[in-house]
Nanobody
Framework: QAQLVESGGGLAQAGGSLRLSCAGSGRTFSTNTMGWFRQAPGKEREFVAA???????YYADSVKGRFTISRDNAKNTVYLQMNSLKPEDTAVYYCAASHYATWSSVARASEYDYWGQGTQITVSS
């Protein structure tokens, strides 16, 4: 059974950094578009970043220049390096994999076929 498992969440101060990892198992995700989404309390799940199998990346405006998504296909793992964290980055972060997302649909949660369980990020001011 294919699974995605996030790790690396926790507490950070504003201006600090954290790195999230998402390890895939049960199948290879090397040809999938991989994405990160987040959901804050009382808000809808929102797109954060995505990376294609080729390495091309796409970011939400709110994180552009601060977050970096990367992947290691040999390890079946995708990463999200988060720098210059802000209190508004506080949310549960989810890793996801898509079979068919294109650049025009990569930010839509409905395009993703596999989801991790989420990891909490809390940024204090």
């Amino acid at each position: 059974q294919a699974q995605l498992v996030e790790s690396g969440g926790g507490l950070a101060q504003a201006g600090g950094s954290l790195r999230l990892s998402c390890a895939g198992s049960g199948r290879t995700f090397s040809t999938n578009t991989m994405g990160w989404f987040r959901q804050a309390p009382g808000k809808e799940r929102e797109f954060v970043a995505a990376i294609r199998w080729s390495g091309g990346t796409y970011y939400a405006d709110s994180v552009k220049g601060r977050f970096t998504i990367s992947r290691d296909n040999a390890k079946n793992t995708v990463y999200l390096q988060m720098n210059s964290l802000k209190p508004e980055d506080t949310a549960v972060y989810y890793c996801a994999a898509s079979h068919y997302a294109t650049w025009s649909s990569v930010a839509r949660a409905s395009e993703y076929d596999y989801w991790g369980q989420g990891t909490q990020i809390t940024v204090s001011s």
